[in-house]
């Protein structure tokens, strides 16, 4: 039982941090190298970008990072050090 209540604990946290990483007053409260724009971090679901400079070493396509969770890839260059499966990125947002 215990094990459970500390499983449910740590996923509540990781889940308040991704919450966090969301939404942003900053570049500083997005990760390195991904910028904030409109109050959300350029690599979050829904959030745009104008640039590659924008999503933290991975490419801007359309206005959405290609690494972002409804991002789009078109090679394994767009993915930033991750890899363009599908036309998506192995690797997501941090």
Do not use: Y
Request: hydrophobic share 30%; aromatic share 0%; proline share 2%.
């Amino acid at each position: 039982m215990r094990a459970v209540l500390v499983a449910v604990a740590m996923m509540g946290l990781l889940g308040a941090e991704l919450a966090a990483r969301a939404s942003c007053g900053g570049d500083r409260d997005c990760g390195p190298g991904v910028s904030c724009r409109g109050g959300k971090c350029a690599t979050a679901s829904g959030s745009s970008c104008g640039s590659d400079r924008d999503c933290g070493g991975a490419a801007c396509r359309a206005g959405k990072c290609a690494n972002a969770p409804d991002g789009t890839c078109g090679s394994d260059r767009d993915c930033a050090g991750g890899a363009c499966r599908g036309g998506t990125c192995a690797s997501r947002a941090r």
